[in-house]
């Protein structure tokens, strides 16, 4: 992309952030992540989770068109909000982690190359580019959960021990995209003088 339409499209893109933030519709979590990866000039965030855990109700294994989310957190909720939530459950519910994920526009090929290093080097396996309109990359954690936590009236797991293990995953998960944001600063400094 050339310099100028880069400026303009980045520009847009941050403006659309700044009023999504104004509007509380982005994870607090993430913020200072966006921030360390929008101060970097052949960067811009597009879209973004911090990741979330839920519980949901399924009539069918896999049939999440027909299912009920019972309950949604993008930060650790207390165990006696999802044993609620489970227990509000009829058919088979899940408790379900889903990791952080973001979407990065890079000016170049070659920044999106360190980008995706960057990422590699913090411990995040699935990183790729998306899109090559605009050079898009997906960063999106690994470690996930679904696990089935109440069939009709039955509780087959403790869910406060599945709840510290969901806890203990995120935490991991989010560590490992807070190095990603800094291992991504250093890279980018050290290559500033990439043409685009």
Not at 99 to 110: G, R
Request: hydrophobic share 40%; charged share 35%.
């Amino acid at each position: 992309m050339r310099a100028e339409a880069w400026n303009d499209y980045r520009k847009r893109k941050l403006e659309k952030l700044r009023i999504a933030r104004e509007k509380n519709e982005v994870d607090e979590w993430i913020i200072p992540l966006l921030d360390r990866i929008n101060s970097l000039s052949c960067y811009v965030t597009l879209s973004s989770c911090a990741g979330r855990l839920a519980v949901m109700d399924m009539p069918d294994f896999g049939n999440k068109g027909d299912a009920v989310f019972l309950g949604k957190w993008h930060s650790i909720p207390e165990p006696e909000e999802v044993e609620k939530a489970i227990k509000m459950g009829k058919r088979t519910t899940w408790l379900m982690l889903h990791p952080p994920i973001l979407h990065i526009a890079c000016k170049s090929e070659k920044h999106a190359e360190i980008l995706i290093r960057s990422a590699q080097d913090a411990g995040i396996r699935r990183a790729g580019i998306i899109s090559l309109k605009n050079m898009v990359v997906e960063v999106c954690g690994h470690e996930r959960m679904e696990i089935p936590v109440r069939f009709e009236k039955f509780l087959p797991v403790d869910a406060k021990a599945v709840l510290k293990i969901a806890k203990m995953k995120l935490e991991r998960s989010r560590s490992r995209f807070m190095r990603f944001s800094e291992i991504l600063t250093r890279n980018a400094a050290r290559k500033a003088d990439v043409k685009t």
